[in-house]
């Protein structure tokens, strides 16, 4: 008898050691890290120039399409998000360009595959996407249920001193309507407090100062018609043209676009139902000779001859781009390791 319970005592010592090794077995499994099989690339050379590798040029100085944080080295913003995205789509690692306010030269020279940030009311010399961010000269109110403003002395407005959006304010409304500020943010501030009624800004560089700055404000007016941001290409790459097409297309339709939009603005940017302004031009190209002519009074101004080709110059004294370290430069969409030299580049996995 007492052999026989010592043989079963050793049977549930054996079914216990045997439970513990596939418990542990399954543990050790469980804590494996999966990778994600290799993506098939869509294009290769001489469609692209580098094999496996979609090199992208942005403008490093055009927050919050792209800029540096003071505090790091990386190039951060919604073209680098955008991209990144745009090489996943394609099977393809990531190349950031810093290529400044020279897309067309980066392109020709083949410096870059595409180039983000292109506005289409600027009639490019190559070939440009359907916008994935679209963009114009907006007043903001407190309230979305803020009327669209009327050219009278009690509407006052405040813009950012020598901007494009300060030019479209006493285009069409009076000089008295105006309030100008050195910065965007003390527009903001200026509305809050009820100095003034609205802010004139660019809908795109608006969004994310107020956003950044905690504000809850609403577009509720448009100055011109809606343009917004492309993608470009050589017009003579139709294989990477058409590339790019499909690969925007999917990544509207699969939410992509509208995350890395709400990450940087806190919403998406819809400008489609919002009402324009009584003097907003019916024609687009009308509004974008404006604001040419804007951007060559302000460069005879400060001495500045150089490339104009900017929407807004709301972003040109820097308080956007010093507000894009409190964004989360973190994101694995967003691992463009490059300085802000013209020419840098940097090479980041899928």
């Known amino acids: 008898m007492k052999h026989l319970k010592r043989f079963a005592a050793c049977c549930a010592a054996a079914v216990c050691c045997?439970?513990?090794?596939?418990?542990?077995?399954?543990?050790?499994?469980?804590?494996?890290?999966?990778?994600?099989?290799?993506a098939t690339p869509t294009v290769s050379k001489p469609v692209i120039a580098q094999e496996g590798v979609l090199r992208v040029g942005v403008n490093a100085n055009n927050a919050p399409l792209a800029g540096q944080p003071s505090s790091s080295t990386k190039i951060v913003g919604i073209d680098v998000d955008m991209a990144a995205a745009l090489?996943?789509?394609?099977?393809?690692?990531?190349?950031?360009?810093?290529?400044?306010?020279?897309?067309?030269?980066?392109?020709?020279s083949g410096k870059v595959d595409v180039v983000m940030g292109v506005n289409k009311s600027d009639s490019p010399s190559f070939w440009t996407s359907d916008t994935y961010l679209p963009t114009a000269v907006a007043l903001f109110a407190q309230s979305s249920n803020s009327t669209v403003p009327a050219n009278s002395a009690s509407t006052k407005i405040a813009a950012q001193?020598?901007?494009?959006?300060?030019?479209?304010?006493?285009?069409?409304?009076?000089?008295?309507?105006i309030t100008t500020t050195e910065d965007l943010k003390s527009a903001f501030s200026a509305l809050e407090s009820g100095k003034v009624q609205y802010v004139a800004a660019d809908a795109v560089v608006g969004s994310y100062v107020s956003n950044n700055a905690g504000m809850d404000v609403h577009m509720v007016?448009?100055?011109?018609?809606a343009s917004g941001y492309c993608v470009g290409v050589l017009d003579g790459n139709t294989q990477l043209k058409q590339a790019v097409s499909n690969a925007l297309s999917a990544m509207n339709?699969?939410?992509?676009s509208s995350v890395i939009q709400k990450?940087?603005?806190?919403?998406?940017?819809?400008l489609s139902n919002i009402k324009l302004t009584a003097g907003a031009s019916d024609d687009k190209d009308d509004m974008s000779d404006v604001l040419n002519s804007a951007n060559a009074a302000i460069g005879t101004l400060t001495g500045n001859t150089g490339s104009t080709t900017k929407t807004d110059s709301d972003s040109k004294t820097g308080e956007s781009s010093s507000d894009s370290s409190s964004a989360d430069s973190n994101s694995s969409s967003s691992t463009s390791d490059s300085s802000a030299s013209n020419g840098s580049v940097t090479t980041a996995s899928n």
Do not use: R
């Open 18 to 38: 045997a439970a513990m090794l596939l418990l542990a077995t399954g543990c050790q499994q469980q804590q494996e890290s999966y990778t994600p099989p290799e």
């Open 87 to 108: 090489a996943d789509q394609l099977g393809l690692k990531l190349e950031v360009v810093d290529v400044s306010t020279d897309a067309a030269g980066a392109l020709t």
């Open 161 to 177: 001193v020598s901007s494009n959006s300060a030019w479209a304010v006493t285009n069409e409304f009076d000089n008295s309507t």
């Open 221 to 225: 007016a448009l100055m011109q018609q």
């Open 253 to 256: 339709s699969n939410g992509v």
């Open 263 to 270: 990450k940087w603005l806190g919403t998406t940017m819809d």
